[in-house]
T-cell receptor
Framework: KQEVTQIPAALSVPEGENLVLNCSFT??????LQWFRQDPGKGLTSLLL?????REQTSGRLNASLDKSSGRSTLYIAASQPGDSATYLC?????????FGAGTILRVKS | SAVISQKPSRDICQRGTSLTIQCQVD?????MFWYRQQPGQSLTLIAT?????????ESGFVIDKFPISRPNLTFSTLTVSNMSPEDSSIYLC??????????????FGSGTRLTVV
């Protein structure tokens, strides 16, 4: 069964901290891995896409890495800001189907 | 990436009734996907909709409960039929599009927050 796990489930940090969100998946035969952000009651905003042949992607203060062999991805957020407060979802693509983790709820305190 | 317009954004419905959710994409796409997000849960794929063929449903979801239409390459609807309070969720449509400048992964609509009373 294809399962995606995200750790931690929730995280509260002071503004300015660097932080790491973790995602692990049981089936390493992935197409791609995508990180999303979801604000309360809203849809999903794509943050980073890592294709299966890539090891990492960067966008601004965000950096995501992928290690298919160990079934892991990490999302690194540098210099966190209160506006980063949201739920972060990891989604692994298997043949046109996204399997989502349960998410990490992030709160950045000012 | 593609831009998806989803409506309604929210609705409160009586049990036993049906609600149709619409998604319009600003470019032609082969497949459209419908997801459900129950309160406090992550997203679960309901079905994949291809133009000109019947939708493919995931385990636990059936066409009688969630009929889907896909009349053309830019539009799809999901109907939630004979609703009960357990259907209260956020429903989202998604596409896997190339986007400008290369492949950009999946894009999601803004979601429909459904409350069944």
């Amino acid at each position: 069964k294809q399962e995606v796990t995200q750790i931690p489930a929730a995280l509260s940090v002071p503004e300015g901290e660097n932080l790491v969100l973790n995602c692990s998946f049981t089936d390493s035969a992935i197409y791609n891995l995508q990180w999303f952000r979801q604000d309360p009651g809203k849809g999903l905003t794509s943050l980073l896409l890592i294709q299966s042949s890539q090891r990492e992607q960067t966008s601004g203060r965000l950096n995501a890495s992928l290690d298919k062999s160990s079934g892991r991805s990490t999302l690194y957020i540098a210099a966190s800001q209160p506006g980063d407060s949201a739920t972060y979802l990891c989604a692994v693509e298997y043949g046109n189907k996204l399997v989502f983790g349960a998410g990490t709820i992030l709160r950045v305190k000012s | 990436s593609a831009v998806i317009s989803q409506k309604p954004s929210r609705d409160i419905c009586q049990r036993g009734t049906s609600l149709t959710i619409q998604c319009q994409v600003d470019s032609q796409v082969t497949m459209m996907f419908w997801y459900r997000q129950q309160p406090g849960q992550s997203l679960t794929l309901i079905a994949t909709a291809n133009q000109g063929s019947e939708a493919t449903y995931e385990s636990g979801f059936v066409i009688d409960k969630f009929p889907i239409s896909r009349p053309n390459l830019t539009f799809s609807t999901l109907t939630v039929s004979n609703m009960s309070p357990e259907d209260s969720s956020i429903y989202l449509c998604s596409v896997d599009g190339p986007g400008q400048g290369g492949y950009s992964g999946y894009t999601f609509g803004s979601g429909t927050r459904l409350t069944v009373v």
